[in-house]
């Protein structure tokens, strides 16, 4: 994104090898870049814009084994054990990715590949999305119709209670669900019914001790 070449080149000179100080021959040049009339800035832009960047083995390695750290860390922050409800430490998270062999992708985010990876360790040990706590709220008219819709999505409704004309029914769900019932609230009640994020992720947080 930085227009000012100076800032991004410490020369403007082409090496075929920096290390040893091997500058490009001008014929090599005007060979490999006929449109620059081997103009070294503009063969400099065509290289920057257009070029592969040459990785060593151990900088692959390094930045491989730091996305799998990634994609366990986020695993550990939106999943918990659905036994217990606690989550896993990083270091279980990354063990069992081991014992899956998950492969890291270098062409993909770690979000992306967490995602891929729940569904594969959802094979080896217990583990669910960590569930979100929201309020809705609509008419008394329409609760029922609006049950029957959380129901189909497998959504869990943990509390309900009467305020005056409207009822508030609080749900556990799914983080990937959220859209699909706020746009389900918009729809069935026109507009009058709302919902409330409570708490993004309900876990167990309390210490277990031994007996």
Do not use: W
Not at 52 to 58: I, N, T
Not at 104 to 121: D, E, H, R, Y
Not at 152 to 164: A, D, N, P, Q, R
Request: hydrophobic share 35%.
């Amino acid at each position: 994104m930085e227009k000012d070449l100076d800032e991004v080149l410490q020369s403007h000179t082409v090496f075929t090898n920096v290390s040893k100080g091997e500058v490009a021959k001008k014929a090599d040049l005007l060979k490999a870049f006929e449109d620059t009339k081997g103009d070294q800035t503009d063969i400099c832009k065509i290289i920057l814009t257009k070029g592969d960047l040459q990785v060593s083995e151990k900088e692959r390695q390094a930045q491989a084994e730091a996305t799998f750290k990634d994609i366990a860390t986020i695993i550990s922050e939106k999943c918990v054990n659905p036994e217990t409800k606690r989550p896993y430490p990083v270091s279980m998270i990354e063990k069992a990715m081991k014992e899956c062999h998950i492969a890291v992708k270098p062409n993909q985010n770690s979000k992306q590949q967490a995602l891929v990876t729940i569904g594969k360790l959802k094979e080896t040990i217990p583990l669910d999305r960590a569930q979100m706590r929201i309020k809705l709220t609509c008419p008394v008219k329409m609760v029922n119709k609006i049950k029957k819709l959380l129901k189909k999505l497998e959504v869990s409704v943990e509390e309900e209670t009467m305020e005056g004309e409207e009822v508030v029914v609080i749900i556990l769900m799914d983080p990937g669900q959220y859209r699909n019932i706020e746009d389900l609230v918009k729809q069935e009640t026109q507009g009058v019914g709302s919902i409330e994020v409570l708490s993004l992720k309900e876990v167990r947080d309390d210490v277990e001790t031994m007996q």
